[in-house]
């Protein structure tokens, strides 16, 4: 069974489209995640949800928005799509406190056009 | 959160130890010593962590300075799989966020 599922695992779509990319863990974790990592192979965390609370919200632009129904699943829509981007977007999970491990998906790959 | 400074890239033959370093001579007393790699189009996959101590577990060993300003993933006997982007990374207990730096790429010859 995946720890960690995303749902698509690529994604093309034009500017100023919106799209939707889904997390899922199975882990019981009570802490999920967002990195990107661009071009440049450079990752960086984008958002933190604990049992559904936002915690960590790195300066991301307001076309980001995530979302987590309960605490298995964190959602990231993106509006008014830009050519910047385009990166991979990998969800991760882990328990909050000490220096858990974070589990990683597998990475969704969004290019816009 | 404190830097770490890593080689871009180093090279290893099939069946041989791997030594990785990495520096991180601001490091602060609450700080633990991570390490992720990353698989070609995959996800970042925990490897393992200390504080103090040297660690050993299944995939590795991590060497840890006396003055914990420097640190060392040990890499037994490389296989291809073991192919990826080491990530050494200071983190605060109880801090949620990983801090990536660029890493170092390990490349292994067969």
């Known amino acids: 069974d995946t720890a960690v599922s995303q749902t698509p695992k690529y994604l093309v779509t034009q500017m100023g489209n919106d799209k939707s990319i889904k997390c899922e863990q199975n882990?019981?974790?009570?802490?999920m995640y967002w990195y990107k990592q661009d071009s440049k192979k450079f990752l960086k965390i984008m958002f933190s949800y604990n049992n559904k609370e936002l915690i960590i919200n790195e300066t991301v632009p307001n076309r980001f928005s995530p979302k987590s129904p309960d605490k298995a699943h964190l959602n990231l829509h993106i509006n008014s799509l830009e050519l910047g981007d385009s990166a991979v977007y990998f969800c991760a999970s882990s328990q909050r406190g000490g220096v858990e491990t974070q589990y990683f998906g597998p990475g969704t790959r969004l290019l816009v056009l | 959160d404190a830097k770490t400074t890593q080689p871009n890239s180093m090279e290893s033959n099939e069946e041989e130890p791997v030594h990785l370093p990495c520096n991180h001579s601001?490091?602060?007393?609450?700080?633990?010593i991570h390490w992720y790699r990353q698989l070609p189009s995959q996800g970042p996959e925990y490897v393992i962590h200390g504080l103090t101590s040297n660690v050993n577990n299944r995939m590795a060993s991590l060497a840890i300075a006396e003055d914990r300003k420097s640190s060392t993933l040990i890499l037994h006997r490389a296989t291809l799989r073991d192919a990826a982007v080491y990530y050494c990374?200071?983190?605060?207990?109880?801090?949620?966020?990983?801090?990536f730096g660029q890493g170092t790429r390990l490349t292994i010859n067969p």
């Open positions: 990374i200071l983190r605060v207990q109880g801090a949620q966020k990983l801090v």
């Open positions: 601001t490091i602060s007393g609450t700080d633990y």
């Open positions: 882990l019981g974790h009570d802490t």
